[in-house]
């Protein structure tokens, strides 16, 4: 499972706030009828590297690129994969094929059908270790790809598991473009800034650390976007980039800070705030090789310190919700029975740091044991803003309980190889999580000399993980999951602090507006600009 776990990894490790997540859309005003035309300007902070799937890494460049190149399948808002270029697929009864029946009206955007040449030529090149593609290692299983007939692929495993979509469902190349070119160049090649489409919307236009823009695809096999155009303006400074939202210069933009929500909206009424969340969680961890932490009762106290909720009012102006578990609601939900276990019970968690031995014996104000003064320092990355303000939070909360808590921010290369060999005591941190659940890299006993940097262990979890991960009926692994995560909160090996919002602002001239836990694009087909 190396590969797999790598491939999870590159996951885990997008930590930046700017998240994927669902929740309020925009539908059609009422009594509003969709029009054709218009143009949607999105500001955006970085330029793209290409759209090549097989090689693109940044999260903005993979949203972008499925406006153009389509896959077999995708995740819906329900997170449940829905058609694309295939209208249906079944596996076997051992669950060691898995067949994909194509769409017989979907064209390239030069009016070439797509086939089932087309599927077998982009698992061949991903499979090539030549190609080099970062997506390796979602072919660690996949034993062959089998064109039955110009409509039908099916895909041949070395051994069943769970995420065989995932694995399969990506976005499709055109054969007739590529077959010909150098595999160990193609990450260069002029497709990742030509591209053909499959999608919705086509490239019309690409000017480096300017702006992308796009234009309606007439061959789109679900008929031509509402929109005539969409352009994605390259906006370096985020100061310059709200400033062009409030005056109109652009019509959209992906990750309001959520101190500037208020502003924003009194500044411009006509500006809708969409708030989708779900799969960007932060947490502190407690470096369990340290005596400190090796009583869980200590851990359950840490968190019942902490108020959550009063830290997402102060600092995310409420754009957030407690987290309860590291699997996002999307895809489970922690049932706790009486809510969260762990709320912010400061009473609590002095009792039970005095049944674990820690008590104020020389009365200074600080809790002590055998001697020893109950504190710690909480190590996170430099140039994080939130982090530096939620720890300065959770410093005086400690404080409250008798507990010293020291701050230090740390260079991120330099907190990841402390992280690594264990040099901590406690850090602050976060991950995005992936659509596909795998609580491996982080919370099984095996993942140590991963991301599992807090040397947490319990046997029935790493039993329940192992058993979830190899569970093919969603409803049976879910229900797998929810009981790993239950017994991981039960022993705190991190406090987990809280989810966050990712906040898009859109011009309320445009209508079935409908950002998703995937994309804040999603649906963008459907969207309209409502005539005057």
């Not at 800070?257 to 009194?266: G, H």
């Amino acid at each position: 499972m190396v590969r797999r776990y790598l491939t999870v990894l590159a996951v885990f490790c997008q930590l930046a706030l700017s998240t994927t997540a669902g929740s309020a859309s925009k539908p059609s005003e009422k009594g509003a009828r969709p029009t054709y035309g218009g143009t949607l300007i999105i500001g955006i902070a970085s330029d793209i590297d290409s759209f090549n799937p097989l090689f693109n890494e940044s999260a903005l460049a993979q949203e972008i690129t499925h406006l153009l190149l389509l896959g077999l399948a995708d995740l819906n808002e329900k997170s449940e994969f829905s058609p694309e270029l295939a209208s249906s697929w079944e596996s076997s009864d051992d669950y060691l094929t898995l067949t994909y029946h194509l769409r017989k009206d979907a064209l390239w955007s030069d009016g070439v059908p797509i086939t089932a040449d087309d599927v077998k030529f982009t698992f061949d090149v991903l499979m090539d270790t030549t190609a080099g593609s970062p997506r390796y290692g979602a072919t660690e299983f996949l034993k062959a790809v089998r064109v039955e007939d110009s409509h039908t692929v099916t895909f041949e495993f070395t051994e069943a598991y769970p995420a065989q979509l995932f694995d399969t469902a990506g976005e499709i190349l055109p054969r007739h473009l590529l077959e010909n070119a150098d595999r160990a160049s193609l990450r260069s090649h002029k497709f990742g800034r030509n591209p053909l489409s499959s999608g919705p919307f086509v490239l019309k236009k690409w000017v480096s650390q300017q702006y992308i823009e796009l234009a309606a695809n007439e061959k789109y096999y679900g008929g031509r976007p509402y929109l005539d155009r969409v352009i994605f303006k390259i906006v370096p400074d985020n100061t310059n980039l709200l400033l062009q939202i409030q005056t109109g210069e652009v019509d959209m933009m992906i990750g309001v800070p959520p101190s500037e929500v208020e502003r924003l909206q009194k500044s411009n009424k006509h500006i809708s705030i969409h708030p989708v969340s779900g799969r960007v969680y932060h947490y502190i961890s407690y470096n369990q090789k340290n005596p400190l932490f090796s009583d869980v009762r200590v851990r359950q106290a840490l968190t019942m310190a902490i108020d959550r909720q009063g830290i997402i009012k102060a600092v995310l102006y409420g754009f957030g919700k407690p987290c309860q578990g590291p699997l996002s609601s999307l895809t489970a939900s922690l049932d706790s029975g009486n809510g969260d276990i762990f709320a912010h019970d400061p009473e609590r968690a002095t009792k039970l740091l005095h049944e674990a031995g820690w008590l104020d014996t020389d009365h200074d104000g600080w809790l002590d044991k055998d001697g020893r003064t109950f504190k710690f320092t909480i190590k996170t990355n430099a140039g994080n803003q939130l982090r530096s303000d939620v720890a300065v939070i959770v410093q005086s909360q400690m404080k409250k309980i008798g507990i010293e808590v020291r701050l230090q921010t740390i260079e991120w290369s330099t907190l990841v190889g402390q992280l690594r060999t264990k040099d901590f005591e406690a850090h602050m941190g976060g991950w995005s999580t992936p659509l596909y659940v795998d609580l491996t890299p982080i919370f099984h006993s095996s993942a140590q000399n991963l991301f599992n940097v807090m040397s947490y262990a319990n046997t029935e979890v790493d039993r329940l993980i192992e058993s979830g991960r190899e569970e093919m009926d969603r409803q049976k692994s879910m229900k797998i999951w929810n009981e790993a995560q239950r017994l991981i909160y039960q022993d705190q090996p991190y406090t987990f602090l809280f989810w966050v919002d990712r906040i898009i602002a859109v011009s309320d001239k445009f209508n079935n507006v409908t950002p998703i836990p995937l994309s804040a694009l999603y649906g963008l087909e459907k969207w309209y600009q409502a005539s005057n």
